[in-house]
């Protein structure tokens, strides 16, 4: 019998996990400095002004997102990050107040997120990490699928992966509750809006 679209899944995750982090390593620290610090114009073509933006704090292997964080900020968009009440809990987006100011966050169930005291917001313009990709703007994730869930409910929201470019692959094994995203940019290219 063939594998099932989740153990295929997991094994991919597992290689590109790996890749994702041997990637990030062999990176100089002054080029690291320069990739991914401003959204390129294609993105910011596809968000409205003031729009709430949902982000991501990169944890070791991911793709950064400070230089994004900073730049829309700056712009004067209102930030969000992901925030959990308990590792069990669905996903849910709250305030991120400035993200010039490491102490703003607390830590929760999956890393660093906004204070219980700051409002739950959704955002308009959502970027995503992500494990692997394709050019056609299909994802995967981590598999938990805090991200397929949340964006089910909200499915008005412009969703932009934001990744290395060897986290592309030709084909992702995928599940009817796979929601595809509008745009990828990696360091070298911008993919979509589909
Ligand atoms: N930076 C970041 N924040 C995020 C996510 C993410 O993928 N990256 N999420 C995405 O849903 C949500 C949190 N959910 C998560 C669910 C599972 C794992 C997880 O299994 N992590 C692995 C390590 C992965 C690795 O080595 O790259 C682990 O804990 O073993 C992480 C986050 C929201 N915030
Ligand atoms: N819309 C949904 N409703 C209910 N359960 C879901 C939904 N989406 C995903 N799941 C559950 O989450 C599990 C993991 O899904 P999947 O492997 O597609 O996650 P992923 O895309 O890697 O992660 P994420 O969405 O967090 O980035 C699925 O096996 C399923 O049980």
Not at 82 to 88: E, L, Q, Y
Not at 131 to 151: C, I, K, N, S
Request: charged share 20%.
């Amino acid at each position: 019998m063939s594998a099932s679209p989740k153990d295929r899944k997991q094994a991919l995750r597992k290689e590109l996990r790996e890749a994702r982090k041997a990637h990030d390593a062999a990176l100089p620290t002054s080029i690291r400095a320069l990739i991914l610090n401003r959204p390129p114009a294609p993105l910011l073509d596809l968000v409205p002004e003031g729009a709430t933006i949902g982000l991501y704090v990169a944890v070791a292997g991911e793709a950064p997102t400070a230089g994004y964080a900073r730049y829309f900020y700056d712009q004067g968009h209102p930030l969000a990050l992901p925030a959990f009440t308990d590792r069990s809990a669905p996903m849910e987006f709250r305030s991120w107040d400035n993200p010039y100011v490491e102490e703003a966050l607390e830590e929760g169930p999956f890393g660093p997120q906004p204070s219980g005291d700051q409002p739950i917001v959704v955002p308009d313009i959502l970027i995503t990490p992500l494990v692997g990709f394709t050019e056609r703007g299909e994802r995967m994730g981590q598999g938990a699928g805090h991200y397929d869930t949340w964006l089910q409910s909200h499915p008005q929201v412009t969703t932009i992966g934001l990744a290395w470019d060897i986290q592309k692959v030709d084909m992702l094994p995928l599940e009817p509750h796979d929601v595809p995203l509008t745009a990828i940019v990696t360091p070298s290219r911008f993919y979509g809006p589909f």
